[in-house]
């Protein structure tokens, strides 16, 4: 009898742009949350008590439990082990419930309570308010980098042999999209109920960015049931196992990649923490001017950075690529750090900034769909993970390095801002000149990457998409 041919829901192409749309949704929703109160600082500090310090602190707690508790390394392990529907569940819900904790820190309810009392009496520079939040925004950070491992790996599953580049470049082009949002939206939620009133949206949010994984999980089931995936096929030699963390620890490819990464990302996301100020001061203009010139560099990457997978996809060169970015990255630093603020315009700033988009584009685009070229399907996850947390050891350590760089190299500056001194700004050469030399070493690793792609033949300058 002949065997009825089965055509995979991962085939259809309508079913896997429907599961991209609802993932990258939830990780749109996931971004917004993750600067939800960036551009409340004055906010904080008038309603709250929150002094720069203390927001400071927040940025690093997001960081905290998966840098030093080592969660996303315990992220990637369940999701080989478990399996995308149940991390995807479980990171949805830690996402809501941190979040949760994060909204109920700013309301008059817990400010009452005998516990906001007991939390305010020690370390009393830091108001109980904040270090509740602290605690919820670590829980949502384990959340929100557990789904972006989880949506990787999801892409990878649907995608792989397809338009795997264009579909990752789309999923971060949406999830910047919530960068830009969150900048527009929040100040109007602020305006009509305070900081708290854009948490309790965020929040929102995030519930139904967790009813939209929900969705998906029933079409992971379909295809894994059309895969024939069950723990009875799947062979002991498929299966993850502890003993992969050594593999993937070990693996040449792995460690350039992981270098580079947490070189590169190291000069974009925590850049863009100080880089309203920089060019507020820079350009002598307000800082409302000020971000509007940066908000141009979430939506600059989130444009391109689907082109650019797509070119991946069918041409490849994804380790020349990701030189190319960090040569751009480079290069934008050293324009801030060097160009003298007389010569040092308005169009400069763009154009620099435009550079810097071009190289935050180019080097994520390329560098995802690289990892499953370097490890094996079965430990994707941990890989995911432990890069990520590579990653994250650097978002969390270099904002201090680069504040502690930017008050050494301005001796006095920060007491006389404090004492109301009009006029008085941050020269950011030094902290540039930082970044810019992340740039230079992600650019040796770029090399050393290829060198590796060549000897161990990984294919990282193929196409991924089979012709
Ligand atoms: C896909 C990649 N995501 C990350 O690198 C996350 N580990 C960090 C997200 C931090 C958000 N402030 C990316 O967004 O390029």
Known sequence: ???????????????????????????????????????????????????????????GSEFFLNVFAFFLIFSGVILDKMGIRFTLITAGLTMVIGAGLKFYALTPGFADTGFAAWLGSFITWVPASAKLAFVGFAIFGIGVEMAGITVSKTIVKWFKGKEMAL??????????????????????????????????????????????????????????????????????????????????????????????????????????????????????????????????????????TPFIGYFLDVRGKGATMMIYGAVLLTVSH?????????????????????????AFSLVP?????????????????????????????????????IGWALTASNPGVSEQIAAGVEGVKYNYTVPELIFAGFGVLAFILGFVLKFVDKKNGYGLELPNKKK
């Open 167 to 304: 579909a990752m470049g789309l999923e971060m082009a949406v999830a910047r999209l919530g960068v830009f949002a969150v900048f527009r939206l929040t100040p109007i939620f602020a305006e009509n109920g305070g900081p708290s009133n854009s948490v309790l949206w965020g929040l929102v949010f995030l519930c139904i960015g967790f009813l939209l994984f929900l969705t998906y999980t029933f079409m992971d089931a379909k295809l894994d049931k059309q895969m024939g995936v069950s723990k009875l096929t799947t062979s002991p030699e498929d299966e993850f196992k502890l003993s992969d963390l050594k593999k993937i620890f070990t693996n040449p490819g792995f460690l350039a990649i992981s270098a580079l990464c947490v070189l590169f990302y190291s000069a974009i996301f925590p850049f863009q923490k100080f880089a309203t100020d920089m060019l507020a001061s820079k350009l002598n203009v307000d800082i409302k001017s000020a971000a509007a010139y940066v908000s141009f560099f979430p939506i600059g990457a989130m444009i391109l």
């Open 365 to 401: 685009a390329s560098m995802w769909p690289s990892l499953p070229k370097i490890v094996e399907d079965r430990y994707l996850g941990s890989a995911y993970g432990a890069i990520f947390w590579i990653q994250n050891i650097g978002l969390l350590a270099v904002p201090i390095l």
């Open 1 to 59: 009898m002949k065997e009825k041919a089965v055509t995979l829901l991962n085939e259809s192409k309508t079913a896997r742009w429907i599961a991209l749309a609802l993932i990258s949704t939830t990780m749109f929703f996931a971004y917004f949350f993750v600067d939800v109160v960036a551009p409340l600082q004055s906010m904080l500090e008038t309603d709250y008590k929150w002094t720069p310090e203390v927001f400071g602190m927040l940025g």
């Open 334 to 358: 050293l324009i801030f750090a060097l160009v003298p603020a007389e010569s040092f315009g308005v169009v400069t700033a763009i154009l620099t900034i435009v550079i810097l988009g071009t």
